[in-house]
């Protein structure tokens, strides 16, 4: 089947063969129509677009030479080192383009779509992100110093060397994700989800991460000191040779956790669950008394 043949379609939907499998595939229009104003749906059409990214008919369906634009639909465009800075991609559907190199800065990306997207080596300081998806997205030695990404999803996301310093990320979703020697320094990741992260070797000085959800997760070797982690879950956490000096680790659950050669000097502990599951005391200064 030819693209052309896809683009005049008739209101009969076509099929696909994959192995021994028919789909029946709408017509392109009736994809991007839904993709941009029914985005409340866009789960039903996820089993779909899974298997067209990357193939042909999401290619013709992408509009690559739009200019930047309020729910623009750049599916798998090849945007690298492009100028972007301030740009308004609100709503956007980015899904699986290349903005690797690109210059991103103060961009307004809120509620984009940016699963699977290429996003090294990105300027994306103080940019917009909160509430967009971005789940998969490669996002290694990318700068998002100052940016906004409250409420974003970043599951299984890479960012590996990624500046992220005074970043807002409260509420953030980065279930699994790689954030190994980022910088999160004074970063907001209140409340958010990292459990199963691996933030091994992270920078997370005077970073704020009270009732932050921290289970599983790899902190090996991590800067946390002045870290506030009230009520922070670090149950089965790994915090072999961190740096937890002076930290506050109020009402937080280490239960199960590994903390040998950990770095406790002055931390406050009162009140946390230990490791050992015994309620440490008030006024607990560096050790669970």
């Not at 941009?36 to 290619?59: D, E, F, H, S």
């Not at 945007?79 to 991609?89: I, M, P, S, Y």
């Not at 289970?215 to 800067?223: R, S």
Request: overall charge positive.
């Amino acid at each position: 089947m030819t693209i052309e043949t896809i683009r005049n379609i008739t209101p009969v939907p076509p099929s696909l063969n994959y192995g021994n499998i028919l789909f029946s595939l709408p017509p392109i229009t009736y994809i991007k129509n839904t993709m941009r104003t029914g985005r409340r749906n866009i789960n039903k059409l996820q089993p779909l677009l899974a298997l067209l990214l990357g193939c042909a008919v999401l290619t013709a369906a992408a509009d690559c030479d739009d200019p930047p634009a309020r729910d623009a639909l750049w599916v798998g465009c090849d945007k690298q080192n492009a100028k972007l800075g301030g740009v308004d991609l609100r709503d956007a559907i980015l899904t699986q383009t290349n903005f690797s190199g690109a210059d991103l800065r103060g961009a307004k990306l809120s509620g984009a779509e940016l699963n699977f997207a290429n996003l090294k080596d990105t300027k994306l300081d103080r940019a917009r992100l909160n509430n967009a998806r971005l789940t998969g997205a490669k996002l290694n030695n990318s700068s998002l110093n100052q940016a906004i990404l409250s409420g974003a999803k970043l599951d299984r996301a890479v960012l590996d060397n990624a500046s992220l310093v005074e970043a807002r990320m409260n509420n953030t979703s980065l279930y699994q994700a790689s954030l190994i020697d980022s910088d999160l320094q004074h970063s907001n990741l209140t409340g958010s989800n990292l459990s199963q992260s691996n933030l091994s070797g992270a920078n997370l000085q005077h970073s704020n991460l009270s009732q932050a959800n921290l289970t599983q997760a790899n902190l090996e070797d991590a800067k946390l000191n002045h870290a506030i982690m009230i009520e922070t879950n670090l149950e089965q956490a790994r915090l072999l040779f961190a740096d937890l000096s002076n930290s506050n680790l109020s009402k937080a659950r280490l239960v199960d956790a590994k903390i040998d050669e950990a770095i406790l000097d002055k931390a406050r502990i009162d009140k946390a669950q230990w490791i050992d599951h015994r309620r440490c005391r008030d006024n607990s200064i560096g050790q669970c008394r």
